[in-house]
């Protein structure tokens, strides 16, 4: 089951958001201080969700549901408030990208040719574009892609930027803890 739970005072409250068959894995959680952004893999039905609560109410969407997508999600926002999802197909071993913008999903692939993406962190700057920190299995390298300053600022492939404040935590295996990154 996803289940949410906030301290209110000295009180702990805890909701279950979704609890049809095995879901609330790969969890990546964000928002501001009135909606919660949550995105997480429905391991039953094989599909990417995004649960978000506005003004007290919980809503879940479905975002992709081709390719098993999901085992691996990233969330992210700027200023703008816009949640970016970074996460993996498991199906084409690439890491795709869904912004919402102007109330309305759009979707691309960051990353193909390999085993691309599994673990990825992301985080959106005060430019409001994101920037993913990812790992390539196939090469055996940390990669990163930057938006490219479009309207949506899609990902792309670029060298590693010099230090500034961006910290991204990543898992490159399964068994070990995340890997902190500050760029």
């Known amino acids: 089951d996803l289940k949410f ?7 702990w409250t805890a909701v279950t958001i979704d609890s049809v068959g095995d ?3 790969y969890t990546s959680i964000g928002g501001d201080f009135q909606n919660v952004w949550i995105s997480y893999y429905d391991v039953t039905n094989k599909k990417l969700k995004f649960a978000e609560r506005r003004n007290g109410i919980w809503m879940v969407t479905t975002l992709d549901s081709s390719g098993d997508p999901g085992p ?3 969330l992210s926002s700027g200023p703008a408030l816009r949640p970016a999802i970074a996460y993996y197909s498991a199906l084409t071993q690439d890491l795709r990208y869904a912004e919402r913008f102007a109330g309305t999903w759009l979707y691309s692939t960051i990353a193909t040719g390999g085993n691309i993406g ?3 962190g992301i985080a959106t700057g005060l430019d409001d574009l994101p ?3 990812y790992y390539d299995e196939t090469q055996g390298k940390l990669r990163f892609s930057h938006g ?3 309207t949506t600022g899609v990902p792309e492939p670029a060298p590693l930027p010099p230090r500034r404040s ?3 935590l990543v898992r490159t295996n399964p068994t070990r803890s995340p890997v902190m990154i500050e760029l």
């Open 148 to 150: 490219t300053g479009s």
């Open 118 to 120: 599994r673990y990825c």
């Open 23 to 25: 879901v609330g894995r």
């Open 72 to 74: 691996g999600t990233a």
């Open 166 to 168: 961006l910290t991204l």
């Open 131 to 133: 920037n993913v920190l």
């Open 5 to 11: 739970a906030e301290q209110i005072g000295n009180q």
